[in-house]
Each structure stands twice: as C-alpha cells, then as structure tokens.
C-alpha cells in the first residue's frame, strides 16, 4: 500500500511537471510572433516597436528584427521561420526578394502579413495590411488637376515626373495611379514634359534617394529644361520633393513650381508653411499600427482578419487579401491635421 502511494505521490508530480512546463510552453508558444522590418526610416523603426510593445502587453512573445539589406533580411527571416512563430509580419526591404525564403513559411503552415509593402512573387503571403496606394497616387494627380484648373482647359504647363524605388511595390502603384489622372493632359498637351520621360522605368528613383532625385533634376536642368520654366513636379514622396527642391534652388529657382509629396515629414510640413511645396499625402502610422496589430491577433486566434479588398492586389502569383487604409492630402489650409 505504501509503494501504491509513493508511486502515486510520483505521477502526480510528473503531471505537475508537465502542466507547468510543458502546457505553459504551449501557451507561449501559441502566442509567438515574428516581426521583420526594413531599417530604412525612424517611421519603420518606431512602427517595429510598437507593434512589440502592443502584443506584448497582451501575452504575446514577439521577435522583432530589422534590416538594412534584402540579404540580411533573408537570414532573418531563416532564422524566425526555423522558431516557428503563429505569425510573421514583414515590412520588406525588397518586396522581390523573398519567394524563396517564404516558401519555408508555407511549408510549416505559418501565415505572413505583409506591412506597408506588398511582397511580390510569392503564394505564402496571407494578408496585406497598408494604405490604398492608388488613392494616394489618384488623390495627387486630382489635386493637380484642380490647382492647375486642367478640367476648364488650362494650360500648358511644363512638368517633370519622379517616381520611387523600382523595388518597391507601392511606387509602383503610386505611380500608376497619378498618371491615370495625368496621362490624358499629357497628350493633350496641357502637361508638357520638356524630357519626354514618362515612363516609371524612366523617371524612378532607385532606393527613395532624395541625392539621386537631386542628380536627376540637376541633369535635367542642364539639358531638355534649360532655359525653360517648370510650373510642376509630380514628387511620390517627401524625401525626393526635398531633393528636387535643392536641385532647383541650386539651379536659379526662388519660386518653386507646384509641388506634391507624401508621408507628411517635418521638413515637408515646413516646405509647406513656406510656400515650397504644396502638398503632402498624411498615412497615419498610428491607424497603419493598429489596424496590423488587430490582424496578427486575428491570424493568431485564427479567426478572419477584417478585410476590404480583395481584388487590387495582384503580387503576380496571387491576389493577396488586403485590408486598406484612408490617406489624407494636406495642404497649407490644414496642416493642422497632421499630430
């Protein structure tokens, strides 16, 4: 009889053991997250951190990582693939740059959300979390077309076209979309592009250089716009507007042509106040953050992510599942909208 009790006494134990350590491990685990981000801005890192900070607060382990290059993200991404998280969140240094690595991910049935960028040429890829990014380029090419008067017949005017990172989904779509306002003017001849470069390959920007946006607009200035007076520029973000601007100023300007930009930086919003550039596409990061954080807990809990576009986002493999954003244009009339 006291043998039975000692063992019994024994198993009790090992199932305590168990509970505590194995059911727990279970737990965290089941509430494991994996973060990979671009290093490219202070934005991308404080979105990365509060993101962490967020789950964490609600009993989520989450591994964070950023990157400088698309092959450092590579290894990364090995390395949170091998841990198997519930979910993996990229904010990509190079949206074409990861088939291979993601179809790890698929393999082990782990559920990627894209951030901000869409992630090309890849089926693992669950959800998309950003802003409508065609609405950002369309809200520029409208705002144009309404400051210019170009619907009443106004014109011409002389234009220059700048697009981002090649590399870069989003500059794509931005692009496209500011030109499906644009184009028509365009071959009217309302909108005279003393270069004739219109095309996106022609007028990109490799790595959202603002120096490279500057070497651009110099060149220009010393060939096809010399002796000629731009009264626009189509800037997809701020960061190349201030290199433009330099360019310019360096170049003669005092008055600079009509301006766009986006993402709604201090210097922009100072441009701005000054008269150097007329707009700013403002994407909350806050509503960006928040609505990725409810996604993940979604994916997590499996559950369906809230969603509101299923037919925009062609990666070239699969329509991706995305959920959109509202961006907002802002001007000098309210740039108190901006926090």
């Known amino acids: 009889m006291k043998r039975i009790m000692t063992l019994l006494c024994l198993a009790l134990l090992v199932i305590g053991v168990l509970v505590f350590v194995g059911w727990g491990h279970s737990d965290n685990n089941s509430k494991k997250v994996a973060v990979a981000f671009a290093n ?106 309404a400051k210019l ?94 290199g433009i601007r330099e360019a310019l100023k360096n170049g003669g300007y005092g008055e600079m042509p009509v301006m766009t930009g986006q993402d709604a930086e201090s210097q922009a919003l100072d441009a701005i106040r000054k008269g150097d550039q007329t707009i700013t596409i403002y994407k909350s990061p806050e509503q960006l953050v928040a609505k990725s954080v409810r996604m993940i807990k979604a994916v997590v809990e499996g559950t369906q992510p809230d969603i509101n576009d299923i037919k925009s986002y062609n990666n070239g493999v699969i329509i991706v599942p995305a959920y959109l954003c509202t961006p907002l244009i802002i001007d000098k009339d309210n740039l108190n909208e901006v926090k």
């Not at 607060?57 to 990157?67: P, R, S």
């Not at 074409?96 to 901000?116: G, H, R, T, Y």
């Not at 071959?187 to 005279?192: E, F, H, P, S, T």
Request: contains cysteine; glycine residues 8%.
């Open 40 to 145: 490219s801005s202070a934005s991308w890192q404080k979105n990365g951190q509060t993101i962490k900070e967020t789950l964490e607060k609600e009993g989520f382990t989450v591994d964070l990582q950023f990157a400088d290059t698309a092959s450092q993200q590579v290894e990364q991404l090995k390395a949170q693939i091998a841990a198997e998280p519930k979910c993996l969140v990229i904010g990509a240094v190079d949206g074409n740059a990861l088939s291979e690595v993601l179809a790890e991910a698929k393999a082990k049935k782990i559920p990627v959300i894209a951030f901000d960028r869409l992630i090309m040429n890849s089926d693992a890829v669950s959800y998309y979390a950003s802003f409508d990014n065609a609405a950002v380029g369309e809200a520029m090419g409208e705002y144009l077309e």
């Open 149 to 242: 008067g170009l619907k009443q017949g106004k014109g011409p005017y002389n234009m220059e076209l700048f697009a981002g990172d090649p590399a870069d989904n989003n500059a794509h779509v931005f692009f496209s979309g500011a030109m499906d306002v644009l184009k028509p003017y365009i071959d009217k001849g309302q909108l005279v592009i003393p270069s004739q470069e219109t095309t996106f390959d022609q007028v990109a920007i490799k790595g959202w250089d603002p120096k490279a946006a500057t070497a651009r607009m110099e060149k220009l200035l010393k060939g096809p716009d010399a002796g000629t007076k731009l009264d626009v520029v189509l800037s997809p973000n701020d960061g190349l507007a201030g």
